[in-house]
């Protein structure tokens, strides 16, 4: 049987703190752990044919996590994108960053926006990195821009609509591909935490017990097939209820 392949995956990668604590480790060794899932995450994604993978690195929340928690996330995300720039060019890789960017201090930006110039012209999976990122600040900026369009004499009140407003999202730049199809969660909530509330209005959610630095390539794959088993009606009826 042919599989269902979910086109945008968006995973809320949690649990690398818990997964610390719970072995004795201080927090920072579990986002260490957990910067280490990401490679072999991305390349099971492309293999199986995901069009566009989405990663929640860091949300507009987590800034007020200890200097040195965040001194460390800051380090891992700069040393990750100067390990795999590389790698992610060879494999047609195509990196964005979504989210309060300006928030970032100039050495990360640097090394983030380095990596998002290079590897722009790539066709192949389009990944995201959802950094300093939270939806309601999403909403908040698109409603901003659309006002200010109005006020510009560029729109009017009258042609707002939700494929107008998803263009002044930050997601607007993945095209037909900014839906998205399943979300993923690590570490055991049931939540969503603010990540893409747009994109993900009818979307498909799978939560795992698994903390982030335990979630393997195999549990990828485990989720993806969960997905193309459910039907998504869109709040139609079920093949079986049109019969």
Not at 68 to 79: A, C, F, I, T
Not at 216 to 239: C, I, M, Q, T
Request: glycine share 6%; aromatic share 10%; proline share 3%.
């Amino acid at each position: 049987m042919s599989r269902r392949i979910p086109r945008h995956v968006a995973i809320i990668m949690d649990g690398n703190g818990r997964w610390a604590e719970k072995r004795g480790y201080p927090r920072i060794y579990g986002h260490i752990r957990g910067s280490a899932r990401i490679k072999p995450i991305v390349k099971e994604a492309d293999r199986v044919g995901i069009k566009a993978l989405t990663l929640y690195a860091f949300s507009t929340e987590n800034w007020c996590r200890p200097d040195l928690e965040l001194q460390v996330l800051w380090k891992l995300l700069k040393k990750y994108l100067i390990k795999e720039v590389d790698e992610f060019d060879r494999n047609n890789v195509c990196l964005r960053a979504i989210g309060e960017i300006d928030r970032l201090a100039p050495d990360v930006r640097k090394v983030l926006d380095y990596t998002v110039d290079r590897l722009a012209g790539n066709t192949g999976l389009q990944l995201t990195l959802a950094i300093s990122y939270g939806s309601r600040r999403e909403f908040e900026r698109a409603a901003r821009l659309f006002a200010e369009d109005c006020v510009q004499n560029k729109r009017k009140p009258a042609d707002i609509s939700e494929a107008v407003l998803s263009n002044y999202m930050w997601t607007s730049v993945l095209g037909d591909l900014s839906d998205v199809d399943l979300v993923i969660r690590t570490g055991g909530e049931k939540r969503i935490s603010n990540y893409l509330l747009w994109q993900s209005a009818y979307a498909e959610f799978i939560f795992t017990d698994l903390f982030w630095p335990d979630f393997k390539p195999s549990d990828l794959l485990a989720a993806v097939e969960e997905y193309s088993n459910r039907e998504r009606r869109y709040g139609g009826l079920s093949a079986e209820a049109q019969l």
